[in-house]
């Protein structure tokens, strides 16, 4: 089994900057992509930032040059967030992404992200 538990949300005025943290643990492939999607009320869950073992990103093409998203091995990743907007108040949540004989996602609980002045 697989578990992610992330950290770092919070309240945030327009412009400021926040960083989440994702922690993987149980049994954990170098073929799976770890990333970020987000979830605001209404709305549907969407991709915020992507990457896998060897750094290869993806990002939403709103958050490109805000946002950046690291991995330091194969179980931790973090989104660095900047320039916060307040479209960016989302529940934000961590993804590992596993393409083997059966394809299955790993979600975290969320944390929250809340922009406002």
């Known amino acids: 089994q697989v578990q992610l538990v992330e950290s770092g949300g919070g309240l945030v005025q327009p412009e400021g900057s926040l960083r989440l943290s994702c922690a993987a643990s149980?049994?954990?492939?170098?073929?799976?992509?770890m990333g970020w999607y987000r979830q605001a009320p209404g709305k549907q869950r969407e991709l915020v930032a992507t990457?896998?073992?060897?750094?290869?990103t993806n990002y939403k093409v709103s958050v490109k040059g805000r946002f950046t998203i690291s991995r330091d091995n194969a179980r931790n990743i973090a989104l660095q967030m900047s320039s916060l907007k307040l479209e960016d108040t989302a529940l934000y949540f961590c993804?590992?992404?596993?393409?083997?004989?059966?394809?299955?996602?790993?979600w975290g609980q969320g944390t929250q992200v809340t922009v406002s002045s």
């Open positions: 990457i896998d073992i060897g750094g290869t």
């Open positions: 993804n590992l992404h596993r393409v083997a004989v059966i394809t299955r996602d790993y």
């Open positions: 149980g049994n954990i492939f170098n073929t799976d992509t």
